[in-house]
């Protein structure tokens, strides 16, 4: 008899997220369920706008208003964040699951030093003293490659560079060793070389602490050798999810194939013309009860303007919203 599999560290289930603007409800999210192994990392890929740092923000309770969780269930361990009361949340945040924010700049407190931000999280969470959690920090500062740390401590986040930064959001995110962590964008005001080089550090880190990644990006490229599935979003919903390498190898929606395709190559004919996905992001104050994609679909058929597609299983752990999966070329 075969071993059960492990219980997922977080587990998603019919997420709905919305804020009611003047304009509208905008539906932000829009069902999306996906679960995360302990020390499995996930991407959530997509344009922007498709609802992937409001799904972030939404396991964490940190929607801003007029924004809401409407439905769903978001559970830790099994127990369901959503019922928290808000007093409680604070022994959630950055204890069990961290993240880290896309600017770094406007993530931290540019009137406090990067000591004080990050020894008050470790006070909080795991009740050391000042000395102690001063000591921790540098620890920590360090361990992010960050050098002369116990100097840095002393430093206003706008003494740093853009990569120094975003090393002491990581440091931050890791000093109580979550069990989940949730980086949003982390590598985007970023150059190449130093984007490598996060990259680098959270598949490390991630090895050697056991914790789940859930890596949120527009960027296909940035995922490719860090995660083990990628979901892939649209109008607030997920229209494909799979294991990295078969992604990349035969996407089953159209969607993710014109994403793949856009991609610069860096082996193979030189001069021709990347592709792009002709249209635009459809408007979320909408409601559709066909798929949304439809409009931008060279694969289009009648029944993708009629019926909302439901995401199904395309086999090896793979799934796809799309009538027409099976018709998707890479």
């Known amino acids: 008899m075969s071993a059960p599999a492990e219980s997922p560290v977080l587990e998603v289930r019919g997420l709905i997220t919305r804020f009611h603007t003047d304009r509208g409800v905008v539906n932000a999210v829009n069902g999306i369920s996906y679960t995360l192994a302990p ?31 409407e439905e769903g269930e978001v559970l830790l361990h099994g127990e369901n964040l959503l019922d928290l009361p808000d007093r409680a949340w604070r022994d959630v945040r950055g204890r069990r699951v961290a993240m880290i924010f896309q600017d770094p700049l406007t993530s931290l407190n540019p009137v406090l030093t990067v000591g004080r931000q990050m020894t008050e999280m470790l006070r909080h969470h795991l009740d050391l003293g000042r000395d102690a959690a001063e000591r921790r920090s540098v ?43 949730i980086a949003d964008e982390p590598t985007t005001a970023l150059d190449v070389t130093v984007q490598a080089q996060i990259v680098d550090l959270v598949k490390e880190l991630r090895a050697d602490l056991g ?19 990628v979901a892939v979003m649209y109008a607030g919903r997920i229209v494909e999810i799979a294991p990295v390498a078969r992604l990349y190898a035969s996407p089953r929606h159209p969607y993710t194939r014109g994403l793949l395709r856009s991609m610069p190559a860096f082996r193979g004919s030189t001069g021709s013309r990347l592709e792009s996905i002709e249209g635009a992001p459809p408007d979320l104050t909408l409601t559709f009860a066909s798929c949304p994609f439809a409009p ?14 439901p995401l199904q299983s395309t086999g090896a752990g793979s799934a796809s919203a799309c009538w027409r999966w099976g018709s998707v070329e890479p």
């Open 139 to 181: 620890e920590l500062l360090e361990r992010v490659g960050i050098p002369d740390a116990a100097r840095r401590l002393r430093d206003y986040p706008h003494q740093l560079s853009g990569g120094q930064r975003q090393r002491v959001m990581i440091a931050m995110a890791l000093s109580c060793e979550p069990d989940v962590l």
């Open 211 to 229: 914790m789940a990644v859930l890596w949120i990006t527009h960027d296909l490229a940035v995922v490719a050798g860090l995660v083990d599935r």
């Open 296 to 309: 931008r679909c060279p694969l289009a058929e009648d029944r993708c303007h009629e019926e909302l597609p």
């Open 39 to 69: 020390g499995e990392a996930l991407a959530l890929v997509g344009e922007s706008g498709s609802g992937k740092t409001v799904a972030a923000l939404s396991v964490l309770g940190l929607v801003p208003p007029p924004g809401s969780v």
